[in-house]
């Protein structure tokens, strides 16, 4: 029972995904329906956090609107998920970067990761 289970899931994997891992600013190019019509929508934030394994893997990305921070949690291997863009690249010591939820303005910043 275990192999079947494998290997459906292996058929749902995207062939590519994009490299980027927790701190980055990252495009996330979503995939909207409006009534029979179809749209691509893009939110731009931090990521705060990965989790998950094979194609039941996550992403919660944030970002602040009018003030007010708003995360969303995107399955990394759905269809609904045109592609992940990264903008810049964060210089982070954690895995996931729960204290940025209470951090405002300037304090929320990551830093930015020079090679």
Known sequence: MNE???EIE???LKAEVSEF???DTVK???KIKEGNRERIQVFEGTVLKKQGGSNRATFT???TSNGIGVERTWPL???NVEKVEV???GKVRRAKLNYLRDRVGKKAKVKE???
């Open 21 to 23: 891992e927790v701190g």
């Open 10 to 12: 292996a058929e749902q």
């Open 28 to 30: 996330v190019y979503g």
């Open 87 to 89: 903008v810049r690249k």
């Open 4 to 6: 079947i289970i494998k």
């Open 113 to 115: 990761l020079v090679k």
């Open 77 to 79: 291997h759905s269809p």
């Open 61 to 63: 990305v944030r970002k």
